[in-house]
């Protein structure tokens, strides 16, 4: 589902002809940074100028027409390619429904929002209705031969749809896929750079599950790995650590936005203590905690100005259909509206 006034990207396919590049060192100059090693030694996805078309575009429509603030939202898991001719990868968890809700949520409290997800996760509106839990043909009912939305579900889609063309209609929703942790990484320098004259009025919503390590495409097989690649019975991978881009997003890639990112932990009794310290570390203005098995029901708040602030829901709350995220973006906009405040001072 991309709206009709956008153009269709694909990033699932791999780069075969091109994507290896064996000529550039593994290992850079000493002296600069994790983050430009890793841009200098990655190619960037051959369709990122594209993207940066539609970016200028639906920028400049804001910035000289509505005036709205820009909520960039990640979503999704990101892909790993063991090989260049992708047959294997490692993913994770992540359905993008954090991501996806969240972007509900900003369009309605009047942001406009780039919602940069993994290709085929869950999109704002079209999740009501997709992947397993609910098919949309169970929303369909035939009478006299012809197919209708069956009428005990109508009003709730009415409800859906009329958002969504809203958020269509006022060009406020541009939709831009990434598979890969590279697509991933250069989508997000480069919407950075092109978010920078919106200043405080940009918010960076990072909820996206990106990797921790991948394989570098100086080290990437250019075809499947063959059962004769085992030693002994056993096929030993070696992954390189994603270099820590929240730095280089804070200090140099965006300019003057409040950036938000997501802390998720299995083990809670370490939770806030990361959080705490990745706020020390890039100096960022709040980190999001959650656990994997209780995200949808409670998260909390850490910054280095309140108190650890949680936002939970009561079982009922979850029984009834209430959506943690219609809690949580309220309470992130009061802050980027001090944010803003803050910042004109
Ligand atoms: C999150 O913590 C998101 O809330 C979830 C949402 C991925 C848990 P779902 O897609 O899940 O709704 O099922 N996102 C960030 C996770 C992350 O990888 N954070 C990094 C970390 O914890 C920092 S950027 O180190």
């Known amino acids: 589902m991309t709206p009709a006034h956008q153009k269709n990207f694909h990033t699932s396919n791999p780069e075969e002809a091109t994507a290896i590049n064996r000529e550039i060192p593994e290992f850079a100059a000493a002296q600069i940074s994790d983050e430009d090693k890793y841009f200098a030694n990655h190619k ?22 509505t005036g709205k603030r820009i909520a960039l939202v990640t979503s999704g898991g990101t892909t ?21 809700t969240s972007a509900e949520y900003f369009l309605e409290n009047g942001y406009a929002v780039i919602f940069l997800h993994r290709e085929f996760s869950l999109l704002p509106y079209s999740r009501h209705y997709s992947h397993s ?19 005990k579900y109508s009003e709730q889609m009415l409800h859906v749809y009329r958002k969504y063309h809203e958020a269509q209609d006022s060009n406020s929703l541009l939709l831009i896929p990434y598979t890969t942790v590279n697509q991933y990484l250069y989508t997000l320098k480069l919407i950075s750079e092109e978010l920078k004259p919106c200043t405080n009025k940009a918010l960076f919503y990072l909820a996206a599950a990106v990797s921790d390590f991948f394989i570098p495409q100086s080290r990437m097989p250019q075809h499947k790995i ?34 938000i990112s997501f802390k998720l932990e299995t083990d809670s009794s370490i939770l ?20 994997l098995q209780t995200r949808k029901k409670e998260v909390v708040f850490v910054d280095l100005e309140h108190d650890d602030h949680w936002v939970r ?33």
Request: charged share 25%.
């Open 313 to 345: 829901l009561t079982d009922e709350e979850v029984a009834n259909g209430k959506e943690i995220e219609s809690e949580m973006i309220p309470a992130v906009i009061t802050l980027h509206n001090e944010w803003i405040k803050k910042s004109l001072a």
């Open 80 to 100: 790993v390619p063991l090989e260049n001719n992708t047959v294997r990868f490692i993913d994770n968890f992540s359905a993008g429904t954090r991501g996806a």
């Open 44 to 65: 960037p996805p051959s369709y990122l100028p594209e993207i940066k078309e539609e970016l200028d575009k639906f920028i400049k429509y804001h910035l000289e027409n």
């Open 272 to 291: 806030i203590k990361k959080a705490k310290s990745a706020l020390e570390r890039y100096h960022h203005q709040l980190v999001i905690g959650n656990l």
């Open 226 to 259: 063959q059962s004769s690649a085992a030693t002994d019975g056993e096929l030993v991978i070696r992954l390189a650590q994603v270099p820590k881009f929240l730095s280089r997003l804070v200090e140099n890639w965006s300019s003057g936005a409040m950036i």
């Open 133 to 151: 839990t609910n098919c949309f043909l169970d929303y369909m009912t035939e009478v006299n031969g012809k197919i209708e939305i069956d009428p």
